[in-house]
């Protein structure tokens, strides 16, 4: 089976760096995404780990550790328009679908 | 860009009727997934196919079927609705074969919100 944590919620402050994190337990792993979802809206992709290590994309850098089986994302420079669910996706062996996480409630506050 | 575009965007249903929500993905993209997502829940996977043919199959209720066409596009057939049906049902696509990128990232639609009631 697969089970993926984060926490349900964070606050923070424009301008400020945050962290969510993201542990997870799976039968297997092909590969950890995050993605951003505003209220009502698709998910959209914002990075992708396979291989250990920080990922840098912009304001955005995603880490993982295989043998920990944790990830984070970390969020630069925070802007009001942040403020949105960030969801921990992992992608099991052999398939290609995305097993998501419970997904992190961030508000971004002036 | 293209995108993926699911219609209708918003569906009212009755318990017991039949609904079909349809999905057409991003040109070029082979594989198309559908997910379930409530209310303040995380997306849950239900079924996918790759080149017409179902790939992987989740927690997709028996009510429930799905296909994928010729032209790529894909329709969720939804029966006998209950309330508990309520929420936003999802599409993405992905280009598994030939990727231009490793990731196989899957692009999501807007997504239709059914309401059963």
């Known amino acids: 089976g697969q089970n993926i944590d984060q926490p349900t919620e964070m606050t923070a402050t424009e301008g400020a760096i945050v962290q969510i994190n993201c542990t997870y337990q799976?039968?297997?792993?092909?590969?950890l995404f995050w993605y951003q979802q505003h209220a009502g809206e698709a998910p959209t992709f914002l990075s992708y780990?396979?291989?250990?290590g920080l990922e840098e994309k912009g304001r955005f850098s995603s880490f993982l550790s295989r043998s920990k089986g944790y990830s984070y994302l970390l969020l630069k420079e925070l802007q009001m328009k942040d403020s949105a669910s960030y969801l921990c996706a992992v992608r099991p062996t052999g398939f290609q679908k995305l097993v998501f996480g419970t997904g992190t409630r961030l508000l971004v506050s002036p | 860009a293209a995108g993926v575009i699911q219609s209708p965007r918003h569906l009212i249903k009755e318990k017991r009727e039949t609904a079909t929500l349809k999905c057409y993905p991003i040109p070029r993209h082979d594989t198309v997934y559908w997910y379930q997502q409530g209310p303040g829940q995380d997306p849950q996977f239900l079924i996918s196919f790759y080149e017409k043919m179902q790939s992987d199959k989740g927690s997709i209720p028996d009510r429930f079927s799905a296909q994928q066409f010729s032209d790529y596009h894909s329709e969720l057939n939804m029966s006998s609705l209950e309330l508990g049906d309520s929420a936003l049902y999802f599409c993405?696509?992905?280009?598994?074969?030939?990727?231009?990128?490793?990731?196989?990232?899957?692009?999501f639609g807007p997504g239709t919100r059914l309401t059963v009631l």
């Open positions: 799976t039968s297997g792993f092909n590969g």
């Open positions: 780990n396979v291989l250990d």
């Open positions: 993405a696509s992905s280009q598994t074969s030939g990727a231009a990128s490793s990731y196989n990232e899957q692009f």
